[in-house]
Structure formats: C-alpha cells, structure tokens
C-alpha cells in the first residue's frame, strides 16, 4: 500500500528562514581560550571528529538526494547538505585558530564507510542518520559544551544544533508511517544495520582508547560500556522502526 506522502511544507519554510540567521565562522579577531597544553591533542581530536562527521553527513545527504521519491525531500535534503558544509567551515575555522586538524578516527571512518556502502533504500539510510548522525552526534556535541566550556566554540555548536533539531524533525516527518508495511524481519534488518553502525563508531577503546569514544557512549568507567542497543533504541521506537512492544532484536 503506497503510504500518504509526508506534508514537507513547514519543514521547508523553517529550513528557509533559519539560512538567514547562520552562525559566522570564527575570524582572526574572535576570542579564543585555547585549552592548556595537557589536554589539547585529545580536545583537537575530539573536535575534529565532529568536522568529519559534519563532512560525512552532508556527502550522504548529497548522495540519496534525488533517491527519496518525493521532491520536495530532495530539496530539503540538498539544503541539509549545505547545512552541514556549513557546519564542517564552523568547526574548520574554529580548529584552524587553535593550529591543528586531527585525522578521522578509524573507528568513526570504518562505521561512515559502512554507512556509504549500504544496499538499503532511502529511508532506510535517512533512518541510520536520524538515529545516529543526527540524533546521538547532537547529544554528543551538548557534551563537547558540558565538557569544553569555549565560548567561541560553545557560540558554534549551539548554532549547529539549531539546525540539526530541523534535521531530526525532517527525518521524523519523512519517515513517518514508513515502516509500518514492513515484515518484522524488514524493520529489524534496519535495526542491526544502525546498531552495526553505532557499534563501529562507539566501540570500547582499548587501553589507548580515545576520550572520543569515551564521550560518545557517555561511559562513566570501563566496567559500564553501555550496550549499543540500549542507547539506540528510544530512537528506533520514535521511528516506529522498532515497536514498544517489541523486544530489541539480537
Ligand atoms: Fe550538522
Ligand atoms: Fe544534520
């Protein structure tokens, strides 16, 4: 049965209106508390990865804009592409005055590599994305304010999280009713395919583990590395991918 389509309307109009109040990068004479020497290889990295991720993002949304079905995703789809462009020229400015650009942690470019080369349609990846990219990647970059209180990049990631709040809703609007002509073993299919996902970027670090990894599953000691399932799954029931009901899928 063809599901009715998604009124995209409003989201469109908002997503108009926020373009004129973006966040500017930070400039030579924007000031800037550079972290004590201890602490900034792991503060570098842990930003970087938020460019990367940011970079990610805007190429998946490039890449299934066109693929949705519904033109008017498309569209929102390209701006959301350009949103996180947007985000990656925030964060590129802000490292650039603090003098270094970390590499993409492997973990993290293993799970977006995974992420590229999945064979599910659109709603499933836009799904992936919501879960993880939008949904926990926000909660990560509140933790990165909690931890790291820089004004400038407090200033950059509050912005960033405006949009992404329209990114959420743009993937809960679109996605709604998607799921429910699947089979269980469709949904659930899903369900592992971001759970893989989540579990690539946020496995337990070894004893080098990095303060990213440790951030991303807001892990308290090495005894209680949350289960993947256990962060992820409010958000697959939001989605209607994963019922209420329903036990979380081994
Ligand atoms: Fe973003
Ligand atoms: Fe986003």
Known sequence: MQRTPPNLDNLLRKATAA????????????????PSRIIR????????????AERATGEMCRLIAGRSGN?????????????????????ESYLAR???????????SEALDAMRETTFDAEAIIAAFNVVLEGEAVKLQQDCIDRFTYPALTRIIQSIGRDEAGHVAFGHTFLKGAFSDMTSDER???????RHFWQTAAAPPGETGSLFATILTRRRSRNTWPPAGIIIMPRCNALALIHESEKAPV
Do not use: W
Not at 41 to 52: G, I
């Open 71 to 91: 033109p008017l995703a498309d569209v929102l789809l390209n701006d959301q592409a350009n949103d996180e462009r947007h985000h990656a020229e925030l964060y």
């Open 41 to 52: 290889t792991a503060f570098t990295d842990v930003v970087s990865q938020l460019l990367h």
């Open 188 to 194: 659930f299919g899903i369900y592992r395919h971001i």
């Open 98 to 108: 603090i003098g270094d650009i970390r590499p993409i942690d492997s973990r993290l």
């Open 19 to 34: 373009r004129h109040g973006r966040a500017k990068a930070v400039t030579a004479s924007e000031t800037i508390r550079p």
